[in-house]
């Protein structure tokens, strides 16, 4: 199996632990994560960042939905 | 955070928010999610899969749980990451993020604990709410193993020592939460006590006593047990990976209770060594705690086990072998064998274990010295103690006291039979009562009646060998000469000091010599206190001796044929017997009643003695009664002299009336031979008036003074001599004839009858003069 069919298999199954665990990423964000957790970002920041930027999107969806 | 990945931020930044915002609002973001993501919360998460894979699973739902971990097997065997940990870790925080509701504001980004924090604590990061100044974060792992250094006293990077409280603390700086600090306060605890205990034993191990040092080796005993906890601890830590502080304390709190003790003990026994450790060790053992107990009385017994080694080797082998001064027996290595059992030995009253009472440390010093003075005084060295019992351990006071009172009984019993047996103690006894308490009544009076004239010389005169050879002959013609040669060649004459003007009677005594090993009961104080009951009753015996002296009664009827003459004989013969009636039951008194009777109960006591103590202590009960009912104690003081007073006229009375019979006996044969008709007018006159008149003064002194000594006896409240008042007056001849007297008196000088006693006591008085 050549490297890129294992990262993209990798992917998949990280993929699909996302979506039992109910994050709502999706694929690509996810392979952002993975490349940033590989070069060593902290993953408590990491994950703090992600979920900050999801309430900064909710609230501003909200938001916007109001005015 | 390296370049790579910070040209990523932007890219997710947009991913997440392109839907709802411009694409010109979204580099003002970044900055912020940049730093965020350099921050310095970076080395807090634990880098372990299966720890966060389990808090994954713990949270879904159970039919995905089958599902989570085959993916999670299958993400094991893809070899595509590196840090399977940590998109794991992201997942797993952003997993139920749909249900959370959301905060208003991002800056509460840094707020301190998320929610779940309290469920996961061990495997989190723990952060300071502490301030700004508490800023930085611990992993528990870390303080457990800080905490695992500092019970073992040993100063961690997070758990250090702070003398301003006396114990081991997380530094203040450290963020851990209240809770946490409170709990590693409590374990560390036993970190401090762990100090104190080895300090302890650091400073007690080389220290010359036999006793800290075994007290060293019981709480180094119990150290290793300690030791054995924390290896235990530690691999559960590092292999098994399954411990965490309230475990730690679990595990930790019959130690920590265990430590204590060990760390008041060494306490209690700080400065302290041999019997005063025991003794303060013993009074922890009186505590309720049967845990507590246990522990103590372990110790206890170990500490003890020189001591009681010393104990049996003391009363079985009568040997100390104390390096260090710790035993309650003390040794004085200069004293001579002759005063072993006085001086040698003595307790030290320091060292004795407090819960010992009085009598068994006594009882232990007793045995062993009875050893010793078989062994060295009486000259037994084959003989050995042994003992049935085995020997208990300290704590058990009544098995030790059985076993102390055992040994206690062989030895004493062996000592005394040596003493009885192969010393002859009774016998020795025996044949002093028979020497020198006049109880060889014939031995004595050959011996007066040989010694007589030669002490009537000048005390410096008279040669030592010369009465010794008349000794020999009084023993050779007496009862004595039957007696064993053991006793008889211990026998010797002995001159007391001599003062100017001192005639033989004064200085003379006989004297027995007692060798090792009875001298220690006959000590020298004893032997003089018999001399001087001897030298009292020889002095009495004198005095009958030589009133009985004249014995020629043929002469006496011959002088009474002269018919003016004997009324004065007769007179005198009557005041003779006076006299001699006095000496006589005052004799009969001291031997009957002080000698014999003293010595019937000393016989008897003896036959019950188990101890050379009580040996010894009924030997001088016996000689202070003989000191006692003979006058010679300090309470009969005055008594003593009035008797004596008594005594020196008596012993001229003897001279006075040879005088007169002489004379008597001169003018009986003057008129004879003149066979003259004008017989016996002048006869009185012919004969010895001085001598008369002697015999009248000395009757009148004699007969005042047993007044006086019968009135001092009956005003004493001693029994005995009540009774020997009684015993001189049995037939009321002097108080009748004092009476008589006084009636007389009272006639003649016709006065008042009250004022006759005054003019007597001033007679009384003018007598003594003379």
């Keep these: 199996m050549s490297e890129y069919n294992e990262a993209k298999e990798t992917l998949e199954i990280l993929h699909e632990i996302s979506q039992i665990l109910n994050t709502g990423l999706d694929k690509s964000t996810l392979s952002i994560l993975v490349s940033l957790c590989e070069n060593g970002v902290n993953p408590e920041a990491l994950a703090a960042v992600v979920k900050e930027l999801k309430r900064e999107a909710a609230a501003l969806k909200a938001g916007s939905g109001k005015s | 955070m390296d370049p790579d990945s910070a040209k990523r931020v932007p890219v997710l930044i947009e991913r997440l928010l392109k839907q709802e915002l411009p694409a010109e609002v979204i580099p003002r973001y970044q900055p912020y999610f940049l730093r965020l993501l350099a921050s310095r919360i970076n080395p807090t998460v634990v880098e372990d899969e299966s720890q966060i894979l389990n808090s994954i699973l713990r949270r879904i739902s159970p039919q995905n749980t089958a599902k989570l971990q085959d993916l999670y097997i299958r993400l094991t065997r893809s070899r595509g990451l590196s840090r399977r940990w940590a998109i794991l870790y992201v997942l797993s925080k952003l997993f139920d993020d749909n249900s959370v509701a959301i905060p208003g504001s991002s800056l509460e980004l840094l707020a301190p604990r998320p929610p779940e924090a309290p469920k996961i604590k061990e495997k989190i990061p723990i952060i300071s709410k502490k301030g700004p100044d508490a800023q930085m974060p611990v992993l528990e792992k870390e303080i457990l193993r800080d905490i695992l250094f500092a019970i073992q006293g040993i100063e961690g990077k997070y758990i250090t020592f702070s003398m301003l409280e006396d114990s081991y603390v997380i530094q203040p700086n450290i963020g851990v939460p209240d809770p946490i600090r409170k709990m590693v306060g409590e374990l560390a605890e036993l970190g401090w006590l762990y100090k104190k205990v080895v300090k302890y034993i650091d400073t007690n191990i080389e220290q010359p006593s036999l006793t800290s040092q075994s007290l060293c080796y019981a709480l180094q005993s119990d150290l290793a047990e300690y030791y054995r906890l924390i290896a235990?601890?530690?691999?559960?830590?590092?292999?098994?990976?399954?411990?965490?502080?309230?475990?730690?304390?679990?595990?930790?709190?019959?130690?920590?209770?265990?430590?204590?003790?060990?760390?008041?003990?060494?306490?209690?026994?700080?400065?302290?060594?041999?019997?005063?450790?025991?003794?303060?060790?013993?009074?922890?053992?009186?505590?309720?705690?049967?845990?507590?107990?246990?522990?103590?009385?372990?110790?206890?017994?170990?500490?003890?086990?020189?001591?009681?080694?010393?104990?049996?080797?003391?009363?079985?082998?009568?040997?100390?072998?104390?390096?260090?001064?710790?035993?309650?027996?003390?040794?004085?290595?200069?004293?001579?064998?002759?005063?072993?059992?006085?001086?040698k030995y003595s307790l030290n009253t320091e060292m004795v274990p407090s819960f010992f009472t009085p009598q068994l440390a006594n009882k232990i010093l007793l045995t062993g010295k009875s050893i010793n003075f078989l062994r060295r005084c009486c000259k037994e060295e084959n003989w050995i103690a042994a003992s049935p019992l085995e020997l208990p351990k300290i704590h058990d006071l009544v098995?030790?006291?059985?076993?102390?009172?055992?040994?206690?009984?062989?030895?004493?019993?062996?000592?005394?039979?040596?003493?009885?047996?192969?010393?002859?103690?009774?016998?020795?006894?025996?044949?002093?009562?028979?020497?020198?308490?006049?109880?060889?009544?014939?031995?004595?009076?050959?011996?007066?009646?040989?010694?007589?004239?030669?002490?009537?010389?000048?005390?410096?005169?008279?040669?030592?060998?010369?009465?010794?050879?008349?000794?020999?002959?009084?023993?050779?013609?007496?009862?004595?000469?039957?007696?064993?040669?053991?006793?008889?060649?211990?026998?010797?004459?002995?001159?007391?000091?001599?003062?100017?003007?001192?005639?033989?009677?004064?200085?003379?005594?006989?004297?027995?010599?007692?060798?090792?090993?009875?001298?220690?009961?006959?000590?020298?104080?004893?032997?003089?206190?018999?001399?001087?009951?001897?030298?009292?009753?020889?002095?009495?015996?004198?005095?009958?001796?030589?009133?009985?002296?004249?014995?020629?009664?043929?002469?006496?009827?011959?002088?009474?044929?002269?018919?003016?003459?004997?009324?004065?004989?007769?007179?005198?013969?009557?005041?003779?017997?006076?006299?001699?009636?006095?000496?006589?039951?005052?004799?009969?008194?001291?031997?009957?009643?002080?000698?014999?009777?003293?010595?019937?109960?000393?016989?008897?006591?003896?036959?019950?003695?188990?101890?050379?103590?009580?040996?010894?202590?009924?030997?001088?009960?016996?000689?202070?009664?003989?000191?006692?009912?003979?006058?010679?104690?300090?309470?009969?003081?005055?008594?003593?002299?009035?008797?004596?007073?008594?005594?020196?006229?008596?012993?001229?009375?003897?001279?006075?009336?040879?005088?007169?019979?002489?004379?008597?006996?001169?003018?009986?044969?003057?008129?004879?031979?003149?066979?003259?008709?004008?017989?016996?007018?002048?006869?009185?006159?012919?004969?010895?008036?001085?001598?008369?008149?002697?015999?009248?003064?000395?009757?009148?002194?004699?007969?005042?003074?047993?007044?006086?000594?019968?009135?001092?006896?009956?005003?004493?409240?001693?029994?005995?001599?009540?009774?020997?008042?009684?015993?001189?007056?049995?037939?009321?001849?002097?108080?009748?004839?004092?009476?008589?007297?006084?009636?007389?008196?009272?006639?003649?000088?016709?006065?008042p009858f009250f004022r006759v006693e005054d003019d007597i006591e001033d007679a009384d008085q003018e007598e003594f003069k003379f």
């Design chain 2, 232 to 343: 235990l601890l530690e691999q559960q830590r590092d292999e098994l990976k399954d411990l965490n502080l309230r475990k730690i304390m679990l595990w930790c709190t019959e130690p920590l209770e265990r430590m204590k003790w060990l760390a008041i003990i060494s306490d209690a026994a700080e400065g302290l060594k041999g019997g005063a450790l025991v003794s303060s060790l013993y009074s922890y053992t009186l505590i309720g705690n049967p845990s507590v107990k246990a522990i103590i009385i372990r110790i206890l017994d170990e500490v003890s086990m020189p001591i009681v080694q010393m104990i049996q080797q003391w009363m079985l082998e009568g040997e100390i072998n104390d390096p260090y001064h710790e035993f309650f027996v003390s040794t004085n290595l200069a004293t001579p064998d002759d005063r072993l059992w006085t001086q």
């Design chain 2, 399 to 751: 098995g030790l006291s059985k076993w102390v009172d055992s040994a206690a009984r062989v030895a004493n019993a062996e000592l005394v039979k040596v003493l009885f047996e192969k010393y002859r103690f009774k016998e020795h006894c025996n044949s002093i009562r028979k020497y020198l308490l006049l109880g060889q009544g014939d031995f004595h009076h050959i011996l007066m009646e040989l010694v007589n004239d030669t002490l009537k010389e000048k005390a410096e005169k008279i040669y030592k060998h010369n009465l010794f050879s008349i000794l020999e002959s009084a023993i050779k013609s007496s009862n004595a000469q039957f007696h064993d040669l053991e006793f008889l060649n211990r026998l010797d004459v002995k001159f007391l000091e001599v003062s100017p003007g001192d005639i033989g009677w004064d200085v003379f005594t006989l004297d027995y010599k007692v060798d090792p090993p009875l001298n220690t009961i006959f000590t020298p104080q004893a032997m003089e206190k018999y001399l001087r009951i001897f030298k009292f009753l020889w002095r009495l015996k004198r005095v009958q001796f030589s009133l009985n002296s004249y014995q020629a009664g043929r002469e006496i009827i011959m002088l009474q044929k002269m018919k003016e003459i004997a009324p004065i004989i007769h007179s005198c013969l009557l005041r003779k017997t006076e006299i001699l009636h006095f000496v006589n039951n005052l004799m009969n008194y001291l031997m009957v009643e002080v000698v014999e009777g003293s010595w019937a109960e000393f016989m008897k006591s003896l036959d019950s003695v188990q101890d050379l103590d009580q040996i010894i202590e009924v030997h001088n009960a016996f000689l202070d009664k003989l000191i006692m009912k003979s006058f010679l104690g300090s309470e009969t003081d005055a008594i003593l002299k009035q008797l004596l007073r008594l005594l020196e006229p008596a012993l001229r009375f003897r001279q006075s009336q040879n005088t007169l019979f002489l004379s008597a006996k001169e003018e009986y044969d003057r008129l004879s031979k003149m066979l003259s008709e004008d017989e016996g007018e002048d006869a009185i006159s012919r004969i010895s008036l001085e001598s008369i008149e002697d015999i009248k003064q000395i009757s009148e002194i004699f007969s005042d003074g047993v007044n006086k000594f019968r009135e001092q006896l009956a005003e004493t409240d001693r029994n005995h001599l009540k009774f020997l008042a009684f015993r001189l007056d049995f037939n009321e001849f002097y108080s009748y004839s004092q009476m008589k007297r006084a009636d007389e008196n009272a006639k003649m000088m016709n006065i």
